[in-house]
């Protein structure tokens, strides 16, 4: 028997690490796959159609939304982003756990829809942790940095409707718990009731069986 | 600052390696409690006071369940069990993982009583192997292992309302997923409200100081 994967949503603070969290977990473990995001926006350099997004135009967005083709979707800036739906199904059926990183308002969507997901928020050990790590990207202006130390600051809010907080102060045991998080999660009785079922049947059938 | 600690209730049909897993637990991590019960039925050979059980007169067990002493109680062919409060709160301040080894009915009291607590339900891999292992204790009647079958039964339409199922088909595995689940459980939003709160501040202070 085939298991079905867990759906699992990634959110945290722009400089907690999530990122390269997940880069750690595929590398890691191999009962993970990461969903591809569909968006309208222009391909950076270096970003690959099919990896990095599913690069598409508006028209075809807008009938995707149209199909029921997305999980969620927003609207950035005048970009459309989203999690299409047929990738998500396809692997949780193959069995395989399936990890969505997106921001709050689209992990409080997934939830909405699909409550047997998992949410994980992704925090620093402390806001100086947080602060430094995006300076040291050295990529950022001030401005861009400040604002996202404020949208930290909102995003906050949020943290309560997660199931769980994810430390990343060390990168390794971070995925270590993430995994052991999800291995858990796995062995709550919804997600075994085949399992329970058989067992009561087994029972009755030896009481019987006894008698 | 000292985190209290998790209300663990664990049930399990007899015969499913509660006992041992308990055992195993406290060998293996220093962070558990195990609860001792109270009860007014004669102690066996062997059975030491306080640490078995603490064994009391009906009146005494009376006494404390009219003082609200106990976290919860029933009364078994004519003699009372019940989970004295004071050593699980004491415990549970001292930031141990507190395990109470309890039947589903007082599973589900401490549940409506402490919300947070946290229910396992320990199953065997099949009923063949439940089976074998009563069988093999070779101390039991066979009357008394079909009670136990049909009892097994019963149990398992009170597993839906547990947290989660624990596998015991190996005892090291057991044990080493129990402990992983509860680790996770101390990463809820919930268990974490003052670091979430401080990390919070910590950003509004950082923005206010960039300004």
Partial sequence: MKRRGVLIVVSGFSGAGKGT???????????YALSV???????????????????????????TIAEDGLIEY????GNYYGTPKAYVEMKLEEG????????????LQVKERFPEAVLMFVMPPSAKELYRRLVGRGTETQEVIEGRMKRAVEEAEWIKHYEYILLN?????CAAQMHSMI???RMTPERNEEFIET??????????GEN
């Avoid at 977990?25 to 009962?31: A, G, I, K, R």
């Avoid at 927003?74 to 800036?77: D, G, I, Q």
């Avoid at 102060?169 to 045991?173: A, F, I, P, T, V």
């Fill in 169 to 173: 102060d060390d990168l390794e045991e």
């Fill in 183 to 185: 291995q858990s999660v």
């Fill in 199 to 208: 067992i009561k049947e087994e029972l009755k059938a030896l009481v019987k």
């Fill in 74 to 77: 927003a609207n950035y800036c």
């Fill in 37 to 63: 995001s569909m968006t309208t926006r222009t391909p950076r350099e270096g970003e690959v159609d099919g990896k990095s997004y599913f690069f598409v135009d508006k028209e075809t967005f807008e009938k």
């Fill in 96 to 107: 395989k756990d399936v990890i969505l990183e997106i921001e709050v308002q689209g992990a």
């Fill in 21 to 31: 969290l997940m880069k750690k977990m595929l590398e890691t473990y191999d009962n």
